[in-house]
């Protein structure tokens, strides 16, 4: 299920809290993807994403009775997962280098918009997953929180612990460095396809 | 347009391509028989103290409360202090007659105090990180 067109059906806090298996149930089927996609994006293995992604739903329900509701519960759970993630990757310190931002110009961008629309399009999701692949974990973490998450920024300033703007700067440093791995590997699939 | 925009055009276009990954079919069922596990765990508290130590416990107070009996005088005062000081002063002498202690012994005793106070705030902070 997409959660961009989710949280029409709020779970029930206090159902759960209560032991309530089937509401806690609906809970985790609503998140499952999305917390699973941030840290199979940010730990780059399916297994440790998943053993993340299941610690993430225990602490879910351990700490629910400490959620106030000050932001959105799926922002609170998100943000469980993201620091999990986080400590995971501290833990067997596999925090990747992040690369230097590279600004990319109006002409790479209209060559890539160009390359882009000539993949086809059940291509394109996997050409995408190749790129996040190579993104490091926070910058993969933000995009994919951005682009499944309404897209707000107050949101994501909870989410990650940060002020606005700086998540505007993180935001924008995160789609340059996506950019000029999109760049890159489309130069290497023509390459590869064309001889180019 | 400054490329600034373009940039965020051609991401919000890339991005709108984006699907989820999804878990494996059980997961749900997974962290659901996790959980229930935790919910239903009953907690047991076990003593601190051993019973033994309690017992002690118990035995000395009620040996207190004994030998405030013993001092009680019904003449208004509650406990004749003359007598407690005369007895204890007795005993101390005969105890530490031959007791004598040096200086150097004496900041020892006070450091390995230090030592275990600080031992103690170390032990708890362990204890709680490892419990918690």
């Known amino acids: 299920m997409d959660t961009r067109s989710m949280e029409t059906d709020q779970p029930n806090i206090n159902a759960i809290l209560n032991g309530d298996a089937k509401a806690f149930a609906t809970l985790v089927d609503q998140h499952k993807n999305l917390v699973f996609t941030v840290a199979l994006r940010m730990l780059k293995n399916r297994e440790e994403a998943e053993e993340v992604a299941q610690d993430t739903f225990i602490k879910v329900f351990t700490s629910l009775k400490k959620f106030k509701g000050e932001c959105k519960l799926s922002t609170w759970i998100y943000r469980i997962a993201y620091n999990s993630c986080l400590d995971r990757l501290k833990k067997v310190k596999k925090m990747q280098k992040t690369v230097q931002v590279e600004e990319v110009n109006n002409v790479e961008l209209r060559e890539m918009n160009t390359v882009f629309t000539e993949i086809a399009r059940k291509e394109k999701a996997m050409f995408l997953q190749e790129c996040m692949k190579k993104l490091a974990p926070k910058d993969a973490a933000i995009l994919t929180l951005f682009y499944f998450e309404e897209k707000r920024l107050g949101e994501m300033a909870v989410l990650l612990n940060r002020s606005e703007n700086t998540v505007k700067v993180q935001l924008h440093r995160a789609r340059t460095r996506l950019a000029n791995i999109v760049k890159d590997r489309q130069q290497h699939v023509l390459k590869n396809d064309y001889g180019q | ?132």
């Open chain 2, 1 to 132: 347009m400054d490329s600034k925009e373009k940039l965020e055009e051609f991401i919000d276009r890339l991005m709108a391509e984006d699907r989820l990954q999804t878990p494996s079919d059980g997961f749900t069922q997974e962290v659901v028989d996790r959980t229930l596990a935790i919910y239903h765990t009953k907690i047991e508290y076990r003593p601190l103290l051993p019973k033994w130590m309690f017992y002690g416990f118990g035995i000395l107070v009620v040996g207190l409360i004994l030998f405030g009996f013993y001092l009680y005088t019904p003449n208004g005062n509650y406990v004749n202090y003359d007598l407690v000081l005369g007895k204890m002063h007795d005993w101390s002498a005969q105890l530490f007659l031959q007791f004598r202690l040096s200086k150097t012994v004496m900041y020892i005793i006070v450091i390995a105090g230090i030592l275990a106070c600080l031992q103690t705030i170390l032990l708890r902070k362990h204890l709680n990180n490892r419990f918690a």
